[in-house]
């Protein structure tokens, strides 16, 4: 396992440590308040469907926003420069407004409690029993990429060993889940957003001060990188050479499309704050609100990213000691007095701890609900399934640990997970978005969809890229070019099965497919959801065109 530089050592001292406890003390606080409205399994996997739309919003982006966002998307700006924000502004917000105004209708208005429940619906058990599997293992896949990225940071930064690291967090989040369910994660994931948000700004700020301001940074960078660093679009030219390896047609297409649609719509870490909203209403706006916070995000990840690169123009060079990884450690040991450092640090372990709850708490609902209680022990009362999800929780952070060094392997691990949602979310969002516009889908259509699109993406980067049969420049292009294939192999089984088996009747499709609504689910608005500024359309739209309005530095 690759260690960050011994010279990233942090001089913490009692008032930083002090400031860890007060956050742990919180955190377990959250917990044990939350356990009082856990009664049922429902109360426990979806907090019941009641939390209000600025909750589930602010814990939908702060899910996202967790160690391997921070130290992956630094490290990204450092690595690739103002290409990094088109993971955000064309590979988050369009997909997160679809999510919100055409997806959550299908989502909460069929009441079912994860993402691949809905797959059971519209496709039968082959599908959903395949894609609950896929789902679990991604999740753990993901939770031990945050342990990882913990372990090592926090071995250099404080000098606490590895398994100290991930043991302490992996307590911590085990205890709170465990007692308060979805609740406890989404309260704390609230705080945790705030704290992250504390720790980063600073550093932002103090960054671009030391560098000269924005106009310092710009000067240093364009000087030794050239000017396309700091373009968004600069350079991806079909047939031209950039640090990211793509063109702007697998921008468009493998991330901004099928691998952020793929992302933001099935991956059930995020629908599941959605889907605990209190009403459709607040369902929908879920993504909405969080896609505002989102779009100014590269702010203070990104930029720090470079800022980095030009405070240590060793990073991520061999010989140098330093990974890409290390841009935000770098930062944090170079500007940050005791005190602000404890917020710091505070921050990046409330951000390790909001990306691991938020794939535990999703597993443990997949696999109870899909998986355990669909297929293995069907039928017993309620208090079973809830007792079950507790312990299904601790096997979720056991096994994360166990996965975290799988990460080791790349020096980026941004690069990592973009591999991962290539091969688990994209063929899944393809045999979501086929069923959910196209009536003639069939069942057999989509496991064999889902199946092979996952299979060619794998295929792509092992074989085809990893073995050098097709030439790509980076990790990063070999997963736009595996997304889009993922998605165009899957679609095209699902037609050609789907054109040699049989459709299920049109009435059983009623509120799973585009067009149609399922008897007895409609839904009253709340009062007061009526008011201009509750309105999806209005909110998503705006999210889009602010977030195209944030190109325009970036592009000329």
Same mark, same amino acid.
């Given at each position: 396992m690759p260690q960050l530089a011994e010279e990233l050592r942090l001089p913490?001292?009692?008032?930083?440590?002090?400031?860890?406890?007060?956050?742990? !003390?919180?955190?377990?606080?959250? $917990?044990?308040?939350a356990r009082r409205s856990v009664r049922t399994s429902l109360d426990f996997f979806l907090s019941g469907r009641s939390l209000p739309a600025w909750v589930t919003g602010l814990a939908f982006v702060a899910a996202n926003l967790g160690a391997t966002e921070i130290l992956g998307m630094a490290a990204n700006g450092a690595q690739y420069g103002a290409y990094t924000v088109h993971w955000?502004?064309?590979?988050?917000?369009?997909?997160?407004? &679809?999510?919100?105004l055409v997806m959550m209708p299908f989502y909460y208005g069929s009441k079912v409690r994860s993402v691949p429940e809905f797959l059971l619906h519209r496709f039968g058990p082959g599908s959903h029993l395949l894609s609950s599997g896929i789902f679990a293992v991604s999740a753990v896949l993901i939770a031990g990429v945050n342990l990882y990225a913990m372990a090592i940071v926090l071995e250099a930064?404080?000098?606490w060993p590895q398994w100290m690291a991930i043991v302490v967090a992996g307590f911590f989040v085990l205890v709170y889940i465990t007692i308060g369910g979805l609740s406890s994660a989404i309260y704390n994931e609230v705080l945790q957003f705030f704290v992250i948000l504390a720790a980063l700004i600073p550093l932002t700020v103090v960054g671009l001060k030391r560098v000269g301001g924005w106009d310092g940074l710009t000067d240093s960078l364009t000087a030794r990188q050239g000017e396309?660093?700091?373009?968004?679009?600069?350079?991806?030219?079909?047939?031209?050479?950039?640090?990211?390896?793509?063109?702007?047609?697998?921008?468009?297409?493998g991330l901004g499309f099928v691998m952020s649609f793929g992302y933001w719509t099935t991956n059930f870490a995020e629908v599941q704050r959605a889907l605990s909203a209190r009403n459709l209403s607040a369902a929908r706006r879920t993504p909405?609100? !969080?896609?505002?916070?989102?779009?100014?995000?590269?702010?203070?990840?990104?930029?720090? $990213?470079?800022?980095?690169?030009?405070?240590?123009?060793?990073? =991520?060079?061999?010989?140098?000691?330093?990974?890409?990884?290390?841009?935000?450690?770098?930062?944090?040991?170079?500007?940050?007095p005791n005190g602000v450092l404890g917020i710091a640090v505070t921050g990046l372990l409330a951000a390790f701890m909001a990306g691991m709850a938020a794939n535990v708490s999703s597993f443990n609902t997949v696999f109870t609900n899909d998986i355990w209680a669909a297929y293995v022990v069907r039928g017993r009362e309620d208090r079973y399934y809830l007792a079950t999800g507790r312990v299904v929780t601790a096997v979720g952070v056991l096994a994360g640990m166990g996965t975290a060094f799988i990460a080791a392997s790349f020096s980026n691990i941004m690069n990592y997970l973009q591999t991962l949602f290539s091969f688990f979310n994209v063929p899944l969002f393809c045999v979501f978005i086929i069923g959910? &516009?196209?009536?003639?889908?069939? !069942?057999?259509? =989509?496991?064999?969809?889902?199946?092979? =699109?996952?299979?060619?993406?794998?295929?792509?980067?092992?074989?085809?890229?990893?073995? =050098?049969?097709?030439?790509?420049?980076?990790?990063? $292009?070999?997963?736009?070019?595996?997304?889009?294939?993922?998605?165009?192999?899957?679609?095209v089984v699902m037609v050609a099965v789907s054109a040699v088996t049989r459709p299920r009747p049109a009435e059983a499709l009623a509120g799973l497919v585009y067009g149609t609504r399922s008897p007895g689910m409609a839904e009253p608005p709340a009062e007061g959801d009526d008011a201009w500024y509750r309105r999806p359309a209005l909110l998503g739209w705006g999210a889009i065109v602010l977030a195209a309005l944030c190109y325009v530095p970036f592009s000329f």
């Amino acid at each position: 396992m690759p260690q960050l530089a011994e010279e990233l050592r942090l001089p913490v001292n009692g008032l930083d440590y002090t400031i860890l406890a007060i956050y742990f !003390a919180v955190v377990l606080g959250i $917990g044990f308040a939350a356990r009082r409205s856990v009664r049922t399994s429902l109360d426990f996997f979806l907090s019941g469907r009641s939390l209000p739309a600025w909750v589930t919003g602010l814990a939908f982006v702060a899910a996202n926003l967790g160690a391997t966002e921070i130290l992956g998307m630094a490290a990204n700006g450092a690595q690739y420069g103002a290409y990094t924000v088109h993971w955000y502004w064309i590979g988050a917000i369009p997909a997160m407004v &679809f999510l919100g105004l055409v997806m959550m209708p299908f989502y909460y208005g069929s009441k079912v409690r994860s993402v691949p429940e809905f797959l059971l619906h519209r496709f039968g058990p082959g599908s959903h029993l395949l894609s609950s599997g896929i789902f679990a293992v991604s999740a753990v896949l993901i939770a031990g990429v945050n342990l990882y990225a913990m372990a090592i940071v926090l071995e250099a930064l404080l000098g606490w060993p590895q398994w100290m690291a991930i043991v302490v967090a992996g307590f911590f989040v085990l205890v709170y889940i465990t007692i308060g369910g979805l609740s406890s994660a989404i309260y704390n994931e609230v705080l945790q957003f705030f704290v992250i948000l504390a720790a980063l700004i600073p550093l932002t700020v103090v960054g671009l001060k030391r560098v000269g301001g924005w106009d310092g940074l710009t000067d240093s960078l364009t000087a030794r990188q050239g000017e396309n660093f700091l373009s968004a679009w600069g350079g991806t030219g079909i047939g031209e050479a950039n640090p990211l390896g793509a063109n702007w047609l697998t921008i468009v297409l493998g991330l901004g499309f099928v691998m952020s649609f793929g992302y933001w719509t099935t991956n059930f870490a995020e629908v599941q704050r959605a889907l605990s909203a209190r009403n459709l209403s607040a369902a929908r706006r879920t993504p909405l609100i !969080a896609a505002f916070p989102k779009i100014m995000i590269p702010m203070v990840v990104v930029v720090p $990213g470079l800022i980095a690169l030009v405070m240590e123009p060793t990073l =991520g060079q061999a010989g140098s000691g330093l990974q890409y990884n290390d841009a935000i450690p770098v930062l944090m040991r170079d500007l940050l007095p005791n005190g602000v450092l404890g917020i710091a640090v505070t921050g990046l372990l409330a951000a390790f701890m909001a990306g691991m709850a938020a794939n535990v708490s999703s597993f443990n609902t997949v696999f109870t609900n899909d998986i355990w209680a669909a297929y293995v022990v069907r039928g017993r009362e309620d208090r079973y399934y809830l007792a079950t999800g507790r312990v299904v929780t601790a096997v979720g952070v056991l096994a994360g640990m166990g996965t975290a060094f799988i990460a080791a392997s790349f020096s980026n691990i941004m690069n990592y997970l973009q591999t991962l949602f290539s091969f688990f979310n994209v063929p899944l969002f393809c045999v979501f978005i086929i069923g959910m &516009f196209w009536r003639r889908s069939t !069942a057999a259509a =989509g496991f064999w969809g889902l199946l092979s =699109g996952t299979a060619a993406a794998m295929v792509n980067y092992f074989w085809l890229y990893k073995q =050098g049969v097709i030439d790509i420049p980076s990790d990063q $292009g070999a997963n736009f070019v595996s997304s889009i294939v993922a998605f165009v192999v899957g679609a095209v089984v699902m037609v050609a099965v789907s054109a040699v088996t049989r459709p299920r009747p049109a009435e059983a499709l009623a509120g799973l497919v585009y067009g149609t609504r399922s008897p007895g689910m409609a839904e009253p608005p709340a009062e007061g959801d009526d008011a201009w500024y509750r309105r999806p359309a209005l909110l998503g739209w705006g999210a889009i065109v602010l977030a195209a309005l944030c190109y325009v530095p970036f592009s000329f």
